[in-house]
């Protein structure tokens, strides 16, 4: 079964760290681009962040600039999203989604595949 698996979310304090891991299992991470997306209640999933299958571009959403690195080990099939300076903003579930492709988006239509999402919440 092809499937990609989000982890790492959690309850965190503003100002807090939290490090995103989105496995795979069934296929092969290293032909494929990697997009980090988001969707808090009653708004529109977003794009947060994208690296591309060679792991030598990343884009980043202006809103995580400088607070989020996305990065990838795809001898352990798995890309990262380490998030930063945390804001209540930042609350939202996350997903991570995978484009057979080398270059990534920052907008969900290159990508076929899908995890389930993990939930992050910044709040004291």
């Known amino acids: 079964q092809l499937q990609l698996v989000e982890s790492g979310g959690g309850l965190v304090q503003p100002g807090g760290s939290l490090r995103l891991s989105c496995a795979a299992s069934g296929f092969t991470l290293n032909s494929y681009a990697i997009g980090w997306f988001r969707q808090a209640p009653g708004k529109e999933r977003e794009g947060v962040s994208c690296i591309s299958s060679s792991g030598y571009t990343t884009t980043y959403a202006d809103s995580v600039k400088g607070r989020f690195t996305i990065s990838r080990d795809n001898a352990k099939n798995t890309v990262y999203l380490q998030m930063n300076s945390l804001k209540p903003e930042d609350t939202a579930v996350y997903y991570c989604?995978?484009?057979?492709?080398?270059?990534?988006?920052?907008?969900?239509?290159?990508?076929?595949?899908w995890g389930q999402g993990t939930q992050v919440i910044v709040s004291s």
């Open positions: 989604a995978a484009a057979a492709r080398h270059m990534c988006a920052m907008t969900s239509l290159p990508y076929s595949k």
